[in-house]
Nanobody, 119 residues
Framework: QVQVVESGGGLVQSGGSLRLSCAASGSIFSVIATGWYRQAPGKQRELVAAITSSGTNYADSVKGRFTISRDGAKNTVHLQMNSLKPEDTAVYYC??????????????WGQGTQVTVSS
């Protein structure tokens, strides 16, 4: 089993910054992809930023403001969010995908962390 735990959400004023962190643990053999998703009330979950073997990719709405980074040795991923806007308000979820030590795959999600940006 693979567990994912997020931290770093909170309340911030428009224009402010927050840093989200996420750690994966358990029977991890390799990580194929990791990323951050978000879900606002009444909306579908959407990709915010991801790191794969091909590189990084961002939602158009966050390009130039958010930066995703990963520490492969520690199986952690961070999301630095700058110039936050009220429309960034959502529950943010971390995801890790890859292969387990016992041959198999995993697709693990964190419990979510609330980010609220006030105007």
């Amino acid at each position: 089993q693979v567990q994912v735990v997020e931290s770093g959400g909170g309340l911030v004023q428009s224009g402010g910054s927050l840093r989200l962190s996420c750690a994966a643990s358990g029977s991890i053999f390799s990580v194929i992809a990791t990323g951050w998703y978000r879900q606002a009330p009444g909306k579908q979950r959407e990709l915010v930023a991801a790191i794969t073997s091909s590189g990084t990719n961002y939602a158009d709405s966050v390009k130039g403001r958010f930066t995703i980074s990963r520490d492969g040795a520690k199986n952690t991923v961070h999301l630095q969010m700058n110039s936050l806007k009220p429309e960034d308000t959502a529950v943010y979820y971390c995801n890790f995908r890859g292969y387990t030590v016992v041959p198999g795959t995993y697709d693990a999600w964190g419990q979510g962390t609330q980010v609220t940006v006030s105007s």
